[in-house]
């Protein structure tokens, strides 16, 4: 049965009268804590990595919400497949200026090949369906500016995939391949 870290350590501090560190390196008690630790570790380790993996889309609904700022209405299909594509150029600037600092003959730097090897994965979600906030209508486009910034909040907004042929199909939260 798994138990917190500081559930074990308060159990075994009890049994052993407040005294927790007077236990033998390779006893029950000892094994106990190891365990309960790294159960913890890994619980931990493996929440950083949903977060990361969830802040890609923080970013890219919170970038859209910003984009939106000092215009009103609901976009056109026409709108959407722009401001798609100016998300997927964001970096641009940056990716030129790296190029252009870069010696010839030298090989691009780490900087330079994190925003190319975005853009192109961006690219590629882009032609299958690049998965964004609902914008055509009103009421979409009010819960994106009231939208809060946080991952738990994206589960009441509505989203579409922008296929970069000229389609626009609905999609749902969260992201899953082309859904």
């Not at 009890?14 to 560190?21: A, L, Q, T, V």
């Not at 390779?26 to 990361?52: P, Q, T, Y």
């Not at 042929?165 to 969260?174: H, L, R, T």
Request: aromatic share 6%; charged share 35%.
């Amino acid at each position: 049965m798994a138990r917190a870290l500081n559930k074990v350590q308060k159990q075994i501090s009890k049994k052993r009268g407040g005294k927790p560190d007077a236990l033998h390196e390779n006893s029950r008690d000892a094994r106990r804590l190891r365990r309960a630790g790294a159960r913890e570790e890994k619980l931990a380790r493996l929440m950083d990595a949903a977060v990361r993996a969830n802040h890609v889309y923080v970013e890219r609904v919170a970038w859209f919400k910003t984009a939106l700022e000092g215009s009103s209405g609901p976009l056109s299909d026409d709108e959407m497949h722009v401001l798609t594509q100016s998300f997927i150029d964001r970096e641009g600037d940056e990716l030129a200026e790296a190029k252009a600092e870069r010696r010839p003959g030298r090989p691009p730097t780490k900087a330079e090949e994190r925003i190319s090897q975005r853009k192109e994965a961006e690219e590629r979600e882009f032609r299958a369906g690049f998965w964004i906030p609902e914008l055509r209508n009103q009421e979409s486009r009010s819960k994106v500016e009231r939208w809060a910034g946080e991952w738990g909040g994206l589960n009441t907004l509505d989203f579409v995939r922008v296929v970069k042929a000229g389609g626009i199909k609905p999609s749902n939260f969260p992201p899953k391949a082309n859904s």
